[in-house]
């Protein structure tokens, strides 16, 4: 028996790197999945991965723009329409990972991507599935951030405020929604193949980060990151509220 059986998720973010990973496990631990992502053909490859494992959860693909209001009460109709209830909302999905600028380039326009694409539909999510958490007393809400949103490294100005933004979110639903049987925890991850490009400079990036990680290499959305994150999802973090989770090697120690 899973620790998710019977649990019904949406998960947004489900195309790649961690979000991928997360909706495998949530499948294997005998939750259904409504995953959302733009790249629906990569969705379909999701749900065709979790077959082929026999994982006993469902994975629904739904096409879907963080930025457009409409997707985002698209992705929950699906949900209430398929199972009758929500019970995880994990927010994974972050927009304009690949246009990282320093401070004195960086535009109102690019910072308005990073908060669309990031803590803006993040909060938009949570308001939308509070009722029905509020109804059944009971939700797991799982936020995404990053090292970039405590860190002083210097660049990924956009990225890091928006990733800050996400943090507080997560200390203000916490503090809001623990009363209606509600907890929020957030998880910063060191994934490979997560933020980092292809190019020479990304490539040096990527290359330093093993370098400083104590444990010397970067870790894999499935088999490293996943598993924290269900137990995020699942009835046994019913105590765990408000709490931000380092899930890096030790990158980011964040004590």
Sequence with gaps: MGILENRKAILVGASSGVGYGCALRFAEEGADVVAGARRLERLEELRADAQKRGF?????????????????????????????????????????????????????????????????????????????????????????????????????????MAKAAIMAITRKASKEFGKFGVVTNCFLPVIKNDVFGTDEQSAAAEKATIAYSPVGRLGDAYEDCSPVVAFMASEGAGYMNGQFIGVCGGVQMLA
Excluded at 67 to 78: G, R, S
Excluded at 120 to 144: A, D, E, S, V
């Design 56 to 160: 006993p959860g469902k994975i629904i693909p739904v096409k879907c723009d963080v930025a457009n209001e409409t997707d985002l009460d698209k992705i929950l109709n699906v949900t209430i329409k398929e199972f009758g209830k929500v019970d995880i909302l994990a927010c994974i999905a972050q927009g304009g990972l690949y246009q990282q600028t320093y401070f004195m380039d960086t535009t109102p326009e690019l910072a308005e991507v990073f908060y669309k694409t990031g803590p803006i539909y993040t909060m938009r999510m949570i308001q939308k599935c509070m009722p029905y958490f509020q109804q059944q007393h009971y939700g797991r809400i799982i936020t995404c951030a990053s090292g970039s949103g405590v860190s002083n490294t210097p660049g990924f100005t956009g990225y890091a």
